[in-house]
């Protein structure tokens, strides 16, 4: 039994649309000021990453698509509603009425609207992944109201030192919202650090708990969130400012843009431009860059003992630990008939561990004896297995952590190729 991760799947062009002749980009392309680079190819060639295909995210995906991004990826794990036709940019009334995932959706319209890109999507929470997602895009935009979701992008473009665009809007009082992240290593500001008491707390009661373990247990404490109060036009106008960053990174067009904010206010008429702050050293996020490495040969067919190798950080005595994909390794599992039995091997979370050798029931794998990452010193023994045969078939990416460096190893790209 092997793991098998949740990747991107390319988006295809859903009946009755037909995939309309590709418009060349050249057709109306301004000639920009201090343009100092081919458009095109810095265009098509480019890779952009948006989380969140709501009223902002979508209206992003579908400017990217008119101005041929070459790779666009898109996690959204929502369904439109029908209160969704107010927001939501470029949206037909019959997806909203039928509740369409909306990361499919975008994909989609960004394949219609431009053939040649390659636009792949995730309906799943961006947490499930795993630490290669992404790991090709140029840039990041955020565009969600899941907090939770928020930090782990925010760390994860941290980690992979991504620019990053957090575009938001607060409707009452008609601002448009657009912060961008360098990222830089070291140094820079970080999301989690501008989080308030309150949104804490937010964050706090949108955590669903299941504490015992205990299969068919369903013990959950959560929060729901409220819905984008807004208008269409200020949804739009926050993806408009998030593509004139986009653009203006792709071309280098303009002085550049570091580390601040952009609000603007439809009740004053004023753009305001102010910095972000520094990261905090009482943080509670990983601020520590990790170096990217892509190895020649899939994942699987790769051992820990070879990855911690190739990483430099097999030197250090302690503190070195292991993460394949979002898996956990799972050392004992419990079967209800016979007790703990055996594992010691990867696994999804959620899923059966194994069945049992003595009565052949279910073996379910245990939160005491389960973690992810994995302390080096708990795989002793599997250290020259290959990963395929722990349960991690299909992988993406492995991070070796040490106390003061990360090595993230990957594969091959998000995006398995665009359908026709």
Same mark, same amino acid.
């Given at each position: 039994?092997?793991?098998?991760?949740?990747?991107?799947?390319?988006?295809?062009?859903?009946?009755?649309?037909?995939?309309?002749?590709?418009?060349?980009?050249?057709?109306?392309?301004?000639?920009?000021?201090?343009?100092?680079?081919?458009?095109?190819?810095?265009?098509?060639?480019?890779?952009?990453?948006?989380?969140?295909?709501?009223?902002?995210?979508?209206?992003?995906?579908?400017?990217?698509?008119?101005?041929?991004?070459?790779?666009?990826?898109?996690?959204?794990?929502?369904?439109?509603?029908?209160?969704?036709?107010?927001?939501?940019?470029?949206?037909?009334?019959?997806?909203?009425?039928?509740? !369409?995932?909306?990361?499919?959706?975008?994909?989609?319209?960004?394949?219609?609207?431009?053939?040649?890109?390659?636009?792949?999507?995730?309906?799943?929470?961006? !947490?499930?992944?795993?630490?290669?997602?992404? #790991?090709?895009?140029?840039?990041?935009?955020?565009?969600?109201?899941?907090?939770?979701?928020?930090?782990?992008?925010?760390?994860?473009?941290?980690?992979?030192?991504?620019?990053?665009?957090?575009?938001?809007?607060?409707?009452?009082?008609?601002?448009?919202?657009?912060?961008?992240?360098?990222?830089?290593?070291?140094?820079?500001?970080?999301?989690?650090?501008?989080?308030?008491?309150? !949104? !804490?707390?937010?964050?706090?009661?949108?955590?669903?708990?299941?504490?015992?373990?205990?299969?068919?247990?369903?013990?959950?404490?959560?929060?729901?969130?409220?819905?984008?109060?807004?208008?269409?036009?200020?949804?739009?106008?926050?993806?408009?400012?998030?593509?004139?960053? #986009?653009?203006?990174?792709?071309?280098?067009?303009?002085?550049?843009?570091?580390?601040?904010?952009?609000?603007?206010?439809?009740?004053?008429?004023?753009?305001?431009?102010?910095?972000?702050?520094?990261?905090?050293?009482?943080?509670?996020?990983?601020?520590?860059?990790?170096?990217?490495?892509?190895?020649?040969?899939?994942?699987?067919?790769?051992?820990?003992?070879?990855?911690?190798?190739?990483?430099?950080?097999?030197?250090?005595?302690?503190?070195?630990?292991?993460?394949?994909?979002?898996?956990?390794?799972?050392?004992?599992?419990?079967?209800?008939?016979?007790?703990?039995?055996?594992?010691?091997?990867?696994?999804?979370?959620?899923?059966?561990?194994?069945?049992?050798?003595?009565?052949?029931?279910?073996?379910?794998?245990?939160?005491?004896?389960?973690?992810?990452?994995?302390?080096?010193?708990?795989?002793?023994?599997?250290?020259?297995?290959?990963?395929?045969?722990?349960?991690?078939?299909?992988?993406?990416?492995?991070?070796?952590?040490?106390?003061?460096?990360?090595?993230?190893?990957?594969?091959?790209?998000?995006?398995?190729?665009?359908?026709?």
């Amino acid at each position: 039994m092997s793991a098998a991760p949740p990747q991107f799947e390319p988006a295809a062009v859903a009946p009755p649309h037909e995939p309309p002749d590709a418009v060349p980009l050249a057709a109306r392309l301004p000639a920009f000021d201090g343009l100092a680079v081919d458009p095109r190819a810095a265009l098509e060639g480019s890779c952009l990453g948006v989380i969140g295909a709501g009223s902002i995210g979508r209206g992003v995906v579908e400017r990217a698509a008119r101005l041929h991004i070459g790779t666009i990826h898109v996690v959204d794990p929502g369904r439109f509603k029908a209160e969704s036709m107010l927001t939501h940019c470029s949206l037909e009334p019959g997806e909203a009425s039928r509740g !369409e995932p909306k990361a499919r959706s975008a994909a989609e319209l960004a394949s219609r609207i431009s053939p040649a890109i390659r636009a792949c999507y995730h309906t799943g929470p961006f !947490e499930d992944l795993g630490p290669a997602a992404l #790991v090709d895009a140029d840039m990041v935009v955020l565009a969600t109201d899941n907090l939770a979701a928020e930090i782990a992008v925010a760390q994860h473009c941290l980690h992979l030192a991504k620019p990053l665009l957090h575009a938001a809007v607060y409707g009452d009082a008609l601002v448009a919202q657009l912060r961008c992240y360098t990222n830089r290593p070291g140094r820079g500001p970080c999301l989690r650090c501008r989080m308030t008491a309150e !949104e !804490e707390d937010l964050l706090n009661g949108h955590v669903v708990f299941k504490c015992t373990g205990i299969p068919g247990d369903r013990t959950v404490v959560s929060r729901g969130r409220a819905p984008t109060m807004s208008t269409a036009f200020l949804c739009s106008l926050a993806a408009d400012l998030t593509m004139n960053q #986009v653009l203006r990174s792709v071309l280098d067009l303009g002085a550049p843009i570091a580390d601040c904010q952009v609000e603007w206010c439809g009740y004053t008429w004023r753009t305001v431009v102010s910095p972000l702050p520094d990261r905090s050293a009482t943080c509670r996020c990983d601020h520590r860059p990790w170096r990217v490495q892509r190895l020649g040969r899939p994942i699987e067919k790769a051992t820990l003992r070879q990855l911690v190798a190739a990483s430099g950080l097999s030197g250090q005595r302690t503190g070195l630990s292991v993460q394949v994909d979002n898996l956990l390794f799972v050392d004992l599992g419990l079967c209800e008939r016979c007790g703990l039995r055996p594992v010691r091997r990867f696994l999804c979370p959620g899923r059966e561990a194994d069945t049992c050798g003595q009565c052949g029931g279910p073996v379910t794998a245990q939160p005491f004896f389960s973690s992810c990452p994995t302390p080096l010193s708990k795989l002793e023994g599997h250290l020259d297995v290959e990963l395929g045969r722990l349960g991690a078939a299909g992988a993406a990416g492995v991070i070796v952590r040490g106390m003061d460096a990360g090595v993230l190893f990957h594969s091959r790209p998000d995006c398995p190729g665009k359908e026709a």
